[in-house]
C-alpha cells in the first residue's frame, strides 16, 4: 500500500461552490482577467437555487434570469470544476480537493468561501420513515428531473421556502394535500411588508395564488405512521389533533450555513440565531482574514439575492474595487434576512419538548431521550452529548443532527451551544484516494 499521487496546481484565487454567489464572483474575476478555479460536488454549478434543468425554468424573477445566464455562460469554462470535493486546508493557501476521485492540492492566493447552506429539521417520531423526506429532496428532484416523488404530499415545517417547493410540486403535475406551517397566522402577519418588495412580493403572490386554500398556519407535526402504502400523520394546534393521510410528508424548518470549510481556513465564525446559527463572520468587503473572503448562505441565511451581492462584493474587493450602492443593497437584505428568519424561526418550547422516543442522529440511532440524559448527567455541549451518545459520529458526521442538538441545548438549558471541531476530510471521502490499495 503506498501514497496516491497528488497533483499540485497553482492559482491566484480559489472559489469554494459554485452556487449564485461563487458564480457572481467567478464572472467578475473573468472579466477582470484574474486567474482562478471554481469547485463544487455537484455534476453541474448552479448550487441550491439555480438547479433547474433547462427546460424546467418556472418563475423567471430578475436574480434567477442573471443567476442562469452565468451558470449558461460559466458551465463551458475550464477552470470551473464539478464533481469536486473541498475536503480540507493545509494552512500557507493549500487545499485538499477530490476531482473523480484523484486528489489535489490547490495552492491559492486568495480564497473565496461560498458554501452555502444545508436544510434544517425539527425531529418528529416517524420522521425517519420512508415517505418522510426533506422539502429540498423534492425540490431537487422536481427541478432536476421533473421526476415526482409520489402524486400527492403533505409540505410541512415554518419558512417560505416550503411555498416554493409546494409550488413547484403542483407545477410538476403533483397534488399538495396541505402546507402545514408551523407559525401562526399572527406571528408571521408582521412580515407581510416583504410582499412590497418587487421580486420577493411578485414569487410570494404567485405562490399563494397557486396554493390558495390549501395553506394551514399554527399547526406542528407530532408524528407520522406507516398506513399500508401510504403515511399517516397526526398535526396539532393548540391541543386540537387531526389527521391526513399522504404518499409523501416533505418536511423542513430553515437551513443552516455550511460553515465547515471556513473553520479549517481560520476564518472567525460568530453565532446568530436570527441568521442561521454559527455563521462566518465577514466585514463589509466580505473579507473574513486576511486574503479569505466569504460570500452567501455562509455568512448568514438570507436567500438567492443576497448571495449574488455578497458574491460580487467579494470578486470587486479581490479586484481593488469598491461598490458602494451595493454594500447598501446588502446591508438591506442582511436586514430583511434577519427580520424573516425570526419570523419563520421554530419556538424554544417546540425543541424542548420533542418527545424522547424521537430519533435524532439518524445514523447512529440516537434519541431525544438519550440525549436528554445525558443533558441531565451534566454533559452541556455538543462534544459531551457526542462522547456520551455516539450522535454525530455517523456517515454524515453530525450534518444534520447537530443543529437540533444545538437548539435543544439553547432552549433547553439556556446554552450558547459552542461550534463544533472540524477535521479534515470536511465530508467522507475513500480512503482509496489517498492510497494506492493495490
Ligand atoms: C435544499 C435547499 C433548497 C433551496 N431552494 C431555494 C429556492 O428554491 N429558492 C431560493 O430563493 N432559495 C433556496 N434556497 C436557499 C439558497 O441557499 C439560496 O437562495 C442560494 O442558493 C444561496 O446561494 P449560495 O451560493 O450561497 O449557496 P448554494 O446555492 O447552496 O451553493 C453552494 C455550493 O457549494 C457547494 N459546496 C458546498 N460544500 C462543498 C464542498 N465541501 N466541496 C465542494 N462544493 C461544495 C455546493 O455543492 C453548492 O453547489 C435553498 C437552500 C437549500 C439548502
Redesign the pocket.
Same mark, same amino acid.
Not at 39 to 42: A, L, Q, T
Not at 114 to 119: H, K, N, Y
Given at each position: 500500500m503506498k501514497r496516491a499521487d497528488v497533483e499540485r496546481i497553482e492559482t491566484e484565487i480559489f472559489i $469554494?461552490?459554485?452556487?449564485?454567489?461563487?458564480l457572481a464572483a467567478a464572472e467578475i474575476l473573468l472579466e477582470a482577467g484574474k486567474d482562478f478555479i471554481l469547485?463544487?460536488?455537484?455534476p453541474y454549478i448552479g448550487?441550491?437555487?439555480l438547479r433547474d434543468n433547462p427546460d424546467y425554468r418556472p418563475l423567471d424573477t430578475p436574480t434567477r434570469k442573471y443567476g442562469f445566464h452565468l451558470r449558461d455562460h460559466l458551465s463551458k469554462a475550464d477552470n470551473i470544476w464539478t464533481e469536486?470535493?473541498?475536503a480540507g486546508y493545509y494552512g500557507n493557501g493549500e487545499i485538499a480537493v477530490v476531482k473523480k476521485e484523484k486528489p489535489y492540492i490547490i495552492k491559492a492566493d486568495k480564497i473565496l468561501i461560498?458554501?452555502?447552506?444545508?436544510?434544517k429539521f425539527l425531529p418528529f417520531p416517524g420522521w425517519t420513515l420512508p415517505g418522510v423526506i426533506s422539502a429540498?429532496a423534492v425540490?431537487?428532484l422536481v427541478k432536476t428531473s421533473g421526476y415526482l416523488p409520489a402524486r400527492d404530499a403533505i409540505i410541512a415545517g415554518t419558512g417560505p421556502?416550503l411555498l $416554493?417547493v409546494a409550488y413547484e410540486f403542483e407545477k410538476a403535475g403533483g397534488k399538495v394535500i396541505e402546507v402545514a406551517e408551523l407559525n401562526p397566522i399572527k406571528k408571521l402577519m408582521g412580515f407581510t411588508t416583504a410582499l412590497l418588495d418587487f421580486e420577493k412580493g411578485r414569487e410570494g403572490i404567485k405562490y399563494l395564488v397557486k396554493l390558495f386554500g390549501k395553506l394551514s398556519y399554527g399547526w406542528k407535526i407530532v408524528e407520522a405512521k406507516q398506513n399500508g402504502e401510504k403515511l399517516r400523520v397526526t398535526l396539532e394546534k393548540n391541543g386540537k389533533k387531526r389527521e391526513l393521510e399522504t404518499e409523501l410528508l416533505a418536511i423542513g424548518h430553515g437551513?443552516v450555513p455550511?460553515i465547515e470549510?471556513a473553520q479549517l481556513c481560520g476564518c472567525p465564525v460568530s453565532y446568530k440565531p436570527e441568521l442561521g446559527g454559527w455563521i462566518i463572520e465577514v466585514d463589509e468587503n466580505m473579507s473574513c482574514g486576511k486574503d479569505m473572503y466569504a460570500a452567501?448562505?455562509?455568512t448568514g441565511i438570507g436567500?438567492?439575492r443576497k448571495?449574488l451581492i455578497e458574491g460580487q462584493l467579494a470578486a470587486l474587493s479581490i479586484t481593488g474595487k469598491e461598490d458602494k450602492k451595493l454594500k447598501k443593497k446588502r446591508a438591506h437584505e442582511v436586514k430583511f434576512a434577519a427580520k424573516l428568519n425570526t419570523v419563520y424561526s421554530v419556538s424554544p418550547h417546540l425543541w424542548k419538548s420533542i418527545p424522547d422516543n424521537t430519533i435524532i442522529c439518524r445514523c447512529e440511532d440516537v434519541t431525544m431521550g438519550e440525549i436528554r440524559k445525558a443533558v441531565e448527567e451534566g454533559f452541556v455541549s455538543t462534544r459531551g452529548i457526542k462522547g456520551a451518545t455516539r450522535v454525530g459520529m455517523g456517515n454524515c458526521q453530525g450534518r444534520t443532527c447537530f443543529p437540533i442538538v444545538m437548539e435543544f441545548l439553547r432552549s433547553y438549558k439556556g446554552v450558547k451551544p459552542e461550534a463544533v471541531s472540524i477535521r479534515p476530510p470536511?465530508?467522507p471521502v475513500d480512503l482509496g484516494v489517498f492510497v494506492d490499495l493495490e
Open positions: $469554494a461552490g459554485g452556487g449564485i454567489a461563487g469547485v463544487d460536488e455537484y448550487g441550491q437555487y469536486t470535493l473541498v461560498a458554501t452555502g447552506a444545508r436544510e429540498g425540490q431537487a421556502f $416554493a437551513f455550511n470549510f452567501g448562505e455562509v436567500g438567492a448571495a470536511i465530508k
